[in-house]
């Protein structure tokens, strides 16, 4: 539980110093998960990291900081490609910071096109089902796609519910709709039922709801989601409710927003009712994390920037990086 | 004579073979049709899809990404239109990821008009290839290179769009065409990986040994050679193309033809060499006229070669119109006709500088 607070709170001081990088001048755009760190931050701990099939695949959409961090993923990175350095190891300046990608980790390309990883996860899922072993545990990698309840209206989220549920050929794929009861400014109640979830039910595939805020509900309610994936090699759909504590974007001003749930705090008080932290040591491991990453950003903001014929490389692969396992 | 769709089915079978396929799928690819065309029958990897264009590219990406090898196909590319951001995105993942993913699939889809297809399942899908940076893009015009470019399509480790123009699929190649190491007698050949009508639950094909074959991605080849006029094309148009150099040769007028074969990257030192060659050039494809490849090589044309040029360079593609219409004189009006080619070509030889 104190690992997974440190990894929490360092996920928030990041985002915050990210914040305040687009605030300052230091990027262009900030997209982020400041409320969603309970749930990505659980995911990022329970991957099977790797390369390739045997290993989990991670199809992830725009706010996924903390699961990089919990995977081991260094904060300076995300703040490379916060200033858009050519230096950043996802995308050298070219997307979007929270627009991760890591071939190492099976973390495939974040896109800024909403649901698109829905329609992908078949693909890595099917060729999770081919290289895993029955009854070979270490051989059961399972595919992860993670995308935010407005989504879930495209047709891709259906793409996935239905081919991975065909009959007889059940996808390992775990489905996360992170519900944060909001599509930029649309509240959530004019645009679909209570519960995402449900939807399930019509394809056979099992699902839960949980309380994306508390990190212990989420921590054993992805544990149990995913041993299910990957022992029975069938989908399976969580739908967790989130807090959206910095509005969508740096387009909404990115500024606290008041009345949602923090789930930070809520694992804070949690750790001192339990005796496990006192206040005190929490107070100054964020202040030090602030300051390291404050110190950090500095030394990024000095890093080169791409030069503008930089855009002719990689446009073609020369060489078949995704076969050379 | 292999026909087209034979071509095709050989390749992908020695792809499976030899090349590492894992995954030959789509809307009625696997058994019992074995694709609508006939292109997938037999095939050891074919695979039936849920009727969704969407999640057949998506799923190609993913199954690329994860290191299997697919071959994906929609059904006509009239229903493409539905995915394209995800085009764009199998054509960016390298780009995007600084070129730490590539993404190797094929994705092939029939295309173009000349099957009384109307309004959609006759449409183009060139010009808006085109527009997808990241693709390799190949259109072939005969069995042999239907065959060689889906090889080379399989082995490349980038996003392949196979366009396969559908009138051209049943028509048998030239003895020139023929691919290395399939029998002599076509009706051999048929028996041998035609599946039968009827019920088909009992039938496995036969494959003939036929030899690997790569044509190289961006390399065009010159179907005929001539000296007074140029005319580059790809698909179906090559047909057209070859028959109104027929006939103007019979005027005496020499047309060269360049039969691109791949659209991106494209050969552009086969254009420019035949250019310089002729001082008179025209570039025939039967997608809509407005925003066309055909426009883009002939700007670069009069960009680069300006001053070599003999007559004002022509383009000659398909009406700006939503569709196709069925009527036979409504296709006609919509694509060019090899009347129209060989008047323009004639007009271009005849010009006085």
Redesign the interface.
Known sequence: MLRLYDRMLLARCLEERLIQMHKQGDGFFWVGGPGEEALNTSLGMLVRKGQGPAYDYLHLHYRATATLLAMGADPMDAMRQMKNTATDPYSRGRNFCNHYSKRAWNVLPVSSTIEVQFSMAPGTALANKRAGIAGHAASQGITIVQGGDAGTAEGDFATCLIWSSLPNRELPCLMIVTNNHWGISTPAAHMHSEQIAARADAFGIRSAVIDGNDVETCYAELARAMEYVRSTRRPFLLEAHVSRLYGHTSASGANRVAGEVDCLALLESRLEELGLMAREKMVELRASYTHELREAAKLVREEPQPSGDDIYREIFAERDLVHEV | MATMVQAMRLALHVGEERFGV??VFGQDVGPPLGGIFTQTQGLKTAWN??L?E??I??????????????VAEIQFCDYAFNSV??LK?AGG????????????LVLMMPVGSGVRGSIYHSHSFDAQATRL??W?IVMPSNPLDAYGLMLAAIRD??PVLYLAPKALLRVRGTPAQRLPGEPEDPQVLSKMIDAPLGDRSAWAPRWPDVEDLVTPLGAASIAREGEHVSLVSYGRMMHVALDAAQKLAEEGIETEVIDLRTLA?YDWPAIKTSIQKCGRVLFLNEDTEVTNFGEHLLRRTVEELFYELEAPPKLLAGAHVPGIGLADALERASVPQVEQVVATLRELARHAP
Not at chain 2, 57 to 70: D, E, F, K, S, Y
Not at chain 2, 93 to 104: E, F, I, L, Y
Request: aromatic share 4%; with cysteine.
């Open positions: 894992t995954d899809t849920p969704d969407r999640g590219v998506g799923t190609a990406i993913g199954l690329a990404m994860a290191g299997q090898r697919p951001d995800l995105l993942m390298c780009w995007s990821s600084a070129g730490d993913w590539n993404c190797p940076p990241g390799k480790p980038n990257p």
